[in-house]
């Protein structure tokens, strides 16, 4: 094979393979005005700051109403993202000239990545933050406060979902409690439904000094609560989910993520550059 052919053979889907895709990322970056947090930077008026406090993100998908054969193929598609989301991360740290590890423990410029992400398959849509203390919180009898924080409604499983990633967050957090000590989380929580998917990336800071974390992960004891949030909603295109699923077939996550960044860096090389440089500055302002 002559090396033409191996670059070709290594250069990712072409235009023509995906034409719903070429479509929809034509109208996206044809507007005039582009949907994106101009208005609200990553950071202006964040309640929580840092980094994380755990190694990597907690993900989490939640099936509500979604058949699990579309579930199925839209979750992969989700998992690609993310993937997509931490290499960009990695190459704009070797740019910005800090280690891949202190990159992706940066909960803006994971929050960035997401917001900026040069493909359709989600679209963001609003941003929350807020700060909830509460003495004798208890996970059971104040489900609300769990819904007020990660903000997706009728979704069923999110209480679970959210103590489950607590409990993911590090065998070690229960011995700060009573210490003046800061936790950042930070997760992704998707939920899959008939109709919509809902994307909500969360940076959530919980003050130790009096939570007890044990409290937070059973159902009969109780603590004081003080916490900051920060949420970044976005709503994915399900039925592009399904044909690029339906393209990508049972192949590697790690291997569809490096075929989906090489398309578009043959054919939106200037959204590409845009979206390293933004990853690049915020990192760079650590």
């Not at 193929?73 to 800090?98: E, F, H, P, R, Y």
């Not at 990633?165 to 899959?192: C, H, M, P, Q, W």
Request: charged share 25%; glycine share 6%.
């Amino acid at each position: 094979m002559s090396s033409g052919a191996s670059k070709h053979a290594r250069s990712g889907f072409t235009k023509e393979e995906l034409p719903f895709l070429v479509e929809a990322m034509d109208r996206r970056f044809g507007q005039r005005v582009r949907v994106a947090l101009a208005a609200a930077p990553v950071g202006a008026g964040d309640k929580v700051g840092g980094d994380m406090s755990i190694p990597q993100p907690v993900s989490v998908d939640v099936n509500g109403t979604m058949s699990t054969e579309d579930y199925k193929a839209c979750s992969m598609v989700m998992a690609v993202c993310q993937n997509m989301v931490q290499k960009s991360l990695t190459d704009a740290a070797k740019i910005a000239g800090i280690s891949a590890a202190d990159a992706l423990k940066d909960m803006n410029a994971w929050v960035q990545a997401y917001v900026d992400f040069p493909f359709p398959f989600f679209n963001f849509k609003d941003t929350q933050s807020d700060i909830y203390k509460k003495n004798d919180f208890s996970v059971t009898a104040d489900p609300d406060v769990v819904e007020k924080i990660v903000n997706i409604k009728n979704m069923d499983g999110l209480k679970d979902a959210v103590v489950g990633a607590l409990k993911k967050s590090g065998g070690n957090l229960a011995s700060y409690a009573g210490t003046d000590r800061v936790f950042n989380y930070f997760g992704v929580i998707t939920g899959y439904n008939q109709t919509e998917i809902a994307l909500r990336v969360i940076k959530f800071q919980m003050h130790l000094k009096t939570t007890d974390v044990k409290s937070l992960c059973v159902s009969y004891t109780q603590t004081n609560l003080d916490t900051a949030y920060d949420t970044y909603q976005f709503v994915a295109d399900k039925e592009l989910m399904i044909k690029m699923q339906s393209k990508m077939g049972d192949k590697m996550i790690e291997y569809m993520a490096e075929k989906l960044l090489d398309f578009i860096k043959d054919f939106y090389d200037k959204q590409l550059v845009k979206y390293q440089e933004a990853l690049t500055d915020i990192l760079k302002k650590r």
